[in-house]
C-alpha cells in the first residue's frame, strides 16, 4: 500500500530542495495527475541542486525514463543516458567514468516520467531502481499517482527507502493571478471565469483549471485580443472537466502556429504533421520521437523487389530462365524481412542531434553498399573471366548487376535506406514535412516538443493523447505476468535479427562463396546406361581405393562398375548413353569419368577408342597390369557438346591366348558446368 507523506500548507516546489535534504535518506516519489507538474517540479529541484551544491553532495542529472528498457541494466542506461548528455566526460576520462560516478554515488538520479515506461515494465523498474541506487544516495523519481499504486498493488515492488509525496491541484487564487497576468491591467475580459472559480470550487471549470497544464493551456489559448475565455463557462458545450480539457488542448496547436506564423505552412498543416507524429509514437507504445520512427515497410518492397529482380536477371544471364526464376525464393524472403524488420530499437543510446546521427548512418551505409557492390562486382566478373574463361567484355555486365544488386539490398535493407525511402514516401504523401527535422526543432522552439537527449517528445503526453486520438493504457498488458514483469518476446527481441542477419550472409555466400566453390570444385559426375552392342558385365557395391597404402584407412564408396573380358584376337563395341535418373545429364560433357585398369593375361595389350558426344577422342594403347585416369585421358576440348552416347571400342592387339579383362570402375561422364554459362554470355 502507498502512503503519501504530507507537507506543510506553506511548503511550495520552491522549497522542493530543501525538502528532499531534510529526509532521513533522502530519497522521494513525486506522484501527480496528468499534467500536475510533476516534470517541472524534477526540473527545478534538479536545477536547485545544482546551484546550490554542497561540498560531496551528488550532481543531480535530470534522467526520462521512457527510453529505458529492462535488456539494459539501470545504472548501465543512467551512464549511457549521462554520456549522451555529457559526451566531453567520455572525452576527457573515459566510457566507464560515468558508471564508476554512479557506484561511488557521485550521480543523483532524477528519474522522471515512471508512468511512461509501458506498464508491463513499470515494476521491473521500481525493483531496478531499488537495487541499483544506493542507500543515502538522493533520488526522485515522477509518476502518475494511479500507475503508481496500481503497480505497487499488483507487484509488490515499491522503493522501500524513499517517501511519497503527492502534488495538490492549484488553488483557485493561484489560479485566478496566473490567468489576470496574461493580459494588461485594464483589460478584464477573464474576470467571469476568475468568479467561477472562487464561487463554485466544485465546478467541471475549478477542477480543469486546478491542473497546471491546462491552466497554461488556457493562457496560451486564450491571450491573444479576440479571443473570449467567458467561452469556458458555456456548460452546454463544456458540461465536464473533460470536455474543457478536450476543448484546450484541441486548440493549442493551432493557436499556437497562429501567432507564430511560417510562410512554409500554416496551423492546419503542422497540426495534420503533429498528429502523425503523435499516432507513430502512439502505435509504438513510446513517449520519444526518434528518427527510426519514420518507417513505412509497403513502400520498402518495390525498391527492394528491383534488387531482387537484378538478382533473378543475373542468374537468368548464367543458367536460365529456371534457375533465375528459381532465385526469386532467397530473395523473395531477403525482401520480406528487408522490408518489415523495422526499427526495433528507439534510438534511445544515441548521442547528438537526429540530423548528426542520420549523417553518420549515411557515411556507415553508402560506404557499405557502395563497398558491397564493388566486391560483388568484381569478385562476378573475375570468375566469369578466369575461371569460366568468358571474354571480358561480356563478363563486366552481369559482375555490374550482381554488384548493384547487393548493394541496393544492403542500401534499402539498412536502417537509413528505410528511413529515407519512407520518408520520401510521407513527404509524397504530405503527411510528414519535406524538411523534417527543421518542423521538429521548429515545434521545439515554439515549446510544442521538448527534447530528451536525442529524442524528442510532445510537451506533455496528454498532448500527444490528445492529437494520436488514443489514451495510453495504463492496464495490465497480455504479454505480461502478474507481477508487472514482461515475458520475453524471443521472436521480436532474436528471431528477426537473427534471420535478417543469416539471409543477407546467404545473399552474400550466394553471389560470393559460390563462384568460389566451383572454382574449386568445377565438375560433377554423371552415370552412363547400356544402351547398345557388346554388352559389359556391370557391378554395383562398395569399392575401395586399390591405391592406398598399407596402414592407411580405406577410402570405400558406392561405386557402378563394368568390366570387358577380351579373349585372344577379339575386339568389341559398346555404346552406352546419359542416365536419366541424374538431374544433370543434359549438361554439356568436359570428359569422362572414373579410372581404367587392365588385368588377368600378362603381357596382353588392348586398345581403346572412344566417341564421346560425337567428338572422337585419340586412340590409346594399355598394358595387362596398368591403370589410367579417364579424366586425363578422355578430355574433350573447349566448348563441350552436349550430353550424348559415348561410344568405347576395344580390341586385343596380341596373340596370347590368355583372356584380358578391362575395368572401367565409376564409369561415366563428368559435365562441365561452365560451357552454358559461357554459350550464353559469349
Known sequence: MVTRQQTRPDDDVNQIAEFVRGLPRRQLVVLGAPGSGKSVLALLLARDLARDLGSGEPVPVLLPLSSWRPEIGLRAWMAERILALCPDLAADHGSGMAL????????????DGLDELPASLRARAIEAIDTDVADGVPLLVTCRGTEYERTVLASGQYLTRAAVVELEPVAADIAEAFLRASSPPQNDRWRPVCERLQREPDSPLRHALSNPLMLYLARTAYRAEGKDPGELLDETEFGTAEAIESHLLKIYIPTVYAENARRRYGPRQAGRWLEFIARQMHERDTVDFTWRQVFFPFILSPFLLACGGAFCWFFSMLFGRDAGLLSLVPAGVVITIAAFHGPWWDGSGSSGDPRSALRRLAIVTLGASALGAVSVSVSVTFWLHAMVRVPLGAAVYPGIVAGLGFGGTILLGSNWGSYMVSHGWYGLTRRLPWRLWTFVEDAHR???????????????????????????????PDDSDADGTTRRRPWADMVFPTMELLFFIGLLIIVVVAP?????????????????????????????????????????????VITWTLPARSATHTTFGPSHRIGNMHMPVRALSGKLRASGCTGASVQVTMVVTGVRLPPFVMGAGEKISLGDRARLPEHAPDAGPVEITLRRLDQRPCALQLVWARFGTIPDLYEHIRRRLS
Do not use: N, W
Open 100 to 111: 564508476r560516478l554512479i557506484g561511488q554515488g557521485r550521480i543523483m538520479p532524477v528519474l
Open 446 to 476: 515554439l515549446g510544442v516538443l521538448r527534447m530528451g537527449g536525442s529524442a524528442y517528445r510532445f510537451r506533455h503526453v496528454r498532448l500527444m493523447e490528445q492529437l494520436s486520438g488514443a489514451t495510453r493504457s495504463s492496464e495490465q
Open 516 to 560: 568460389a566453390i566451383m572454382m574449386v570444385m568445377p565438375g560433377g559426375f554423371s552415370d552412363l546406361e547400356y544402351r547398345s552392342g557388346d554388352r559389359p558385365a556391370a557391378v554395383s557395391g562398395t569399392m575401395c581405393d586399390p591405391d592406398r597404402k598399407p596402414g592407411d584407412h580405406p577410402i570405400c564408396t558406392d561405386h557402378s
